[in-house]
DNA sequence: CGGAGAGGTTGATCTGCATCAAGGCAGGAA
DNA sequence: TTCCTGCCTTGATGCAGATCAACCTCTCCG
């Protein structure tokens, strides 16, 4: 259970001044919430940063100085105990805005798991803006909501749920976020429970589900390993899985057999 | 692992008209963040209602029709898994805001472990009130702020923790939410560095503390009494424990030996 | 092309906590 | 008082998932 981890220091490229009006995470951002107008003074306080697979670009508790949009990669949130024991707390992509807390440090530490470009703003000065941009603190708001209700979806799977269910349910929560992700074009709202394959994509490790799941990387392998011969997923790579029947893996995911 | 359980109805006795300006609860909630004069304004949204030990107030899944601000008493909230598992994800005491999902319904069950008083809003009408009291919604903000934190510390727990770790986290937590909770003359900044004996309430129940820690009843037992025969604590009557070396206790919570 | 290293899989064994089982204890009703 | 009834404790046993240990399979780089 205790396994120590080395501790990558935190390094970033700073690349340029932000340019909000064209940002491709902005449909799916908290950002949505102003006009092009305010986005225009939104902009001159964002710096655009891109941090390489594997930095940590959020210690826990460090002074927290910035806020954090995601606009493309995807990066792991974890917590960790003294003797490296680690929690992942959730995997923020495209749209994702971090850094809520309202205390002076951060809460949490994070690291990217793909290549990622992140909107950067000063805590202080984004503090200043918000008052200024009802709408925005409004849209944090229901972010906020959000990401609470999720988490204590979480804290079922943690508690209670089988190592069975707990993957199921990773799977099942991955596919149902997929049209966010490349369905860019229909409009439609969500096919959660279409019956046909769907391919879902693990830019993660597997000692990150693990991590995630609260379990071990052998007890999510063999488990992954068993879908496949219960014909329920295929899995053409190690970062790529196919669901073959959704509908049947959901109810797996909370416990019906 | 699976016990199913009765389904309380949920059944509420409507008092009066709230009387917030002389709300004792107010101190501790976000209605903290109105003047006297918007107090007013709100108090004519705000019904209070009784709600005796053992009855839900909350069904999960039912329309969110209301908002709550507990104002005396204890609530535990939590999700249930279709074969009845519980997961508690936390209890509500004086001050706490409850319904800020985004969902027209509720994502978790509430149920009184205390006799409560409950301030309570339409949604929609609160809605348009928060429209016009920016600085509400800024605290409700940071309320939801600090819920996420608690819950990232919730999963690291419930993913990464020992029985002894979960139950030393439990006590612990429970000890620093003391002077909200009694010390009402002292504005001293929480003293949770202190060494000597502390009394703590334990109001829910061995199978409550179970299900929020995702143990079983046995295991708490088992660990309170081992922690007991340890000189940690003691145990005066089972809804009552008093921390013998707080410090030691807090050690432990983190995996320290 | 080969070799190294990181990540993934699979098998054998162990163990912390769950499960099963039996009392104990305190408070309320008759 | 005695008898419930709900909650808690304690003991014996079982098992899901952790741990320990190979081995496999990529991918990258010389």
């Known amino acids: 259970m205790a396994q120590l981890r080395a501790r990558p220091m935190v390094v970033e490229a700073v690349r340029t001044t932000a340019p909000c009006a064209g940002c491709e995470a902005r449909p799916f951002s908290v950002c949505n919430a102003l006009d092009l107008r305010d986005i225009e003074r939104l902009s001159s306080l964002a710096v655009i940063i891109s941090v390489d697979a594997g930095r940590t670009f959020i210690e826990e ?6 806020f954090f949009n995601v606009t493309a990669g995807t990066a792991k949130l974890f917590k960790l105990l003294p003797d490296g ?48 941009f ?5 849209r944090l708001l229901e972010v906020a909501s959000n990401e609470l209700v999720a988490a204590q979806e979480q804290m079922l799977l943690l508690g209670r749920k089988t190592a069975r269910e707990r993957l199921a349910s990773f799977l099942v929560s991955r596919a149902a976020a997929l049209p966010a992700q490349d369905t860019l074009l229909a409009d439609s709202p969500a096919p959660i429970d279409r019956h046909g394959p769907l391919r879902v994509s693990l830019p993660m490790t597997r000692s990150d589900i693990a991590d995630y799941l609260g379990l071990t990387i052998e007890t999510v392998s063999r488990t992954l390993t068993r879908f496949k011969t219960e014909r ?15 509908a049947l893996l959901a109810g797996l995911s909370t416990g019906m057999r």
């Open 61 to 66: 508790g460090d002074p927290a100085e910035f």
């Open 85 to 132: 024991r680690r929690q992942i707390t959730g995997f923020a992509s495209m749209g994702t805005f971090l850094g809520l807390a309202v205390s002076s440090t951060y809460a949490f530490g994070a690291e990217a798991v793909e290549p990622m470009h992140i909107c950067r703003f000063s805590r202080t000065r984004l503090r200043v803006v918000l008052d200024e």
């Open 134 to 138: 009802p709408a925005m603190e409004k």
């Open 232 to 246: 329920l997923i295929e899995i053409p790579s190690a970062s790529e899985i196919l669901i073959r029947d959704l």
